[in-house]
């Protein structure tokens, strides 16, 4: 899983030197987000399938609507790009 950030410019700056990390989300692209966000795809978490039910249960987590391939993509391949990602969770995501 990834987290979204609306504070766009603040996620930019931080990860100025790995551009290809973030990918920036617009109500346009999927309208569950309401202003511009933007995806840090150098933290991610890791969670079993157990625990996303647990969270769903408890309401801490939440289903949304189907992300567009695209997106998915974009977040896929930002993931991989990331040099802090551990490598078991990029070599799941290649196959």
Not at 10 to 30: G, S, W
Not at 81 to 91: D, M, T
Request: charged share 30%; hydrophobic share 40%; glycine share 2%.
């Amino acid at each position: 899983m990834v987290n979204s950030t609306s504070q766009v410019e603040k996620a930019i700056k931080r990860r100025r030197h790995m551009p290809n990390t973030l990918v920036k989300i617009d109500n346009a692209e999927y309208a569950i987000f309401t202003k511009e966000s933007v995806v840090d795809c150098n933290s991610v978490i890791k969670k079993t399938i157990e625990e996303i039910v647990s969270l769903l249960k408890s309401k801490q987590l939440a289903c949304k609507t189907e992300m567009p391939i695209g997106i998915v993509e974009k977040l896929r391949e930002a993931v991989i790009a990331s040099p802090v990602v551990e490598n078991n969770i990029k070599e799941m995501l290649n196959a």
